[in-house]
């Protein structure tokens, strides 16, 4: 509840929704090639994440970026995005941004709880809405009667096309994405949706996803 860990690339699916709600579609070509100096809207460096496997594809759908979470990808979907939108986004979800930002955040140089980012990631299979998530139901007294109730707060986030949209890739990644094996090794069967993430040496490994 307390502990904010690095989210690493669990924050891409909130990237490319931001990004569909200003017009991208899955189908969009995004070119997989090291970013090139000047080319990124809030970055005056020469910052180039590499991928995880050290290639490169070329142009390859947009969905292609998320589903084989590609860096170079997503930070040029982040960009066009642009920064207020996906902040906005990220803030809505409520998983937070941290004061000092830059085009980083794309791939999730972020930290959140894991009770913020399960939260968040609800949305896509809640046409969009975000639910506050808690821990405590009610309290009853000692004839059972109620004398606290947790009200059930909610505000809408996504368009429900795009919470669909995005939650369509998500269902992809547990077929042939980064969680797989879910399927493949561990015979798992039940429709799902769902993004992987890791940071360097995995020093934080996620998996947050929905049934």
């Known amino acids: ?106 791939i999730g140089n972020t930290g959140s709880t894991l009770k913020s980012l399960t939260a968040a990631m609800s949305i896509f299979p809640n046409g969009g809405v975000r639910r506050r998530p808690f821990l405590i139901r009610r309290v009853e007294d000692a004839n059972h009667e109620t004398i606290y109730e947790t009200p059930v707060l909610e505000n809408d986030v996504l368009p429900p096309s795009i919470a669909q949209m995005t939650g369509r890739v998500l269902e992809r990644i547990m077929t042939e994405g980064t969680a797989a094996a879910s399927r493949s090794q561990f015979g798992f069967k039940e429709k799902a949706g769902g993004k992987t993430g890791t940071t360097n040496h995995y020093h934080d490994a996620w998996f947050a996803g929905h049934t």
């Open 1 to 106: 509840l307390q502990a904010g860990r690095e989210i690493g690339s669990t924050i891409k699916p909130f990237i490319y929704a931001a990004a569909f709600s200003r017009g991208l579609l899955p189908g969009s070509l995004v070119e997989d090639a090291p970013i090139r100096p000047g080319e990124l809207a809030d970055d005056s460096g020469s910052w180039s994440p590499e991928n995880s496997d050290g290639k490169f594809l070329g142009f390859a759908p947009a969905a292609v970026g998320l589903i084989r979470s590609r860096n170079a990808m997503t930070v040029r979907v982040g960009n066009y995005a642009g920064m207020d939108t996906v902040l906005a986004l990220l803030r809505d979800a409520g998983i937070g941004v941290p004061d000092q930002v830059s085009p980083q955040i794309y």
